[in-house]
């Protein structure tokens, strides 16, 4: 079946290092493929999406390349800041409804 | 663009009573409407698909008498967790999708509820 999997958290950081989430995923078909977001008591925000193999999405100084041969869409970013911690989740879509599948979420904390 | 408006963002009752949430696209039509249910430090699970006019489909394991869905418009969706109990507290988060299938979905804030 469809799943996707991510490195498991919490990841602490000091301020500007450099960030990958790693990302892999298992799908039937050509799925989309998204970052999330989510900020302490919120909903969802959308950082990123690729639609087909070898794009990439790109935001906020974020980027994640869809790799179909290593069926992956790790998150990068040059230099993280503080506001950028948060939990971060890998998602695919699945069916025609385009019913997003989640990763477990991976927990970032950056420290000034 | 692309806002998605949750209502309550808070809510704690009592056992037995009903609940209702509502979820509404802002600034566009949502063709499709979806309802998670995320647990503490915990992935989203999708409890239900709904367009407008049909009835919502469930995932399995999710009770279709216990937890409510109504699309009556492309704006908005309501969630009712019918009579209930300490177990279905949780942070219930909505979302809309405009357009096809692959086109992104945009979150509501959610709901926190508790029951007592």
């Known amino acids: 079946g469809n799943s996707v999997t991510q490195m498991e958290g919490p990841v602490t950081l000091s301020e500007e290092a450099f960030l990958t989430i790693n990302c892999t995923y298992t799908?039937?078909?050509?799925?989309?493929l998204f970052w999330y977001v989510q900020y302490p008591g919120e909903g969802l925000q959308l950082l990123l999406k690729a639609t087909k193999a070898d794009d990439k999405g790109s935001n906020k100084g974020f980027e994640a390349t869809y790799r179909k041969e290593t069926t992956s869409f790790h998150l990068e970013k040059g230099s993280v800041q503080v506001s950028d911690s948060a939990v971060y989740f890998c998602a695919l879509t699945r069916g025609s409804q385009g019913n997003l599948i989640f990763g477990k979420g991976t927990k970032l904390s950056v420290k000034p | 663009g692309a806002v998605v408006s949750q209502h309550p963002s808070w809510v704690i009752c009592k056992s037995g009573t009903s609940v209702k949430i509502e979820c509404r696209s802002l600034d566009f039509q949502a063709t499709t409407m979806f309802w998670y249910r995320q647990f503490p430090k915990q992935s989203l699970m999708l409890m239900a698909t709904s367009n407008e006019g049909s009835k919502a489909t469930y995932e399995q394991g999710v009770e279709k008498d216990k937890f409510l869905i109504n699309h009556a418009s492309l704006t908005l969706s309501t969630l009712t967790v019918t009579s209930a109990h300490p177990e279905d507290s949780s942070f219930y988060i909505c979302s809309a999708q405009q357009g096809a299938s692959n086109q992104p979905q945009h979150f509501g804030d959610g709901t926190r509820l508790s029951i007592l």
């Open positions: 799908a039937t078909g050509y799925p989309s």
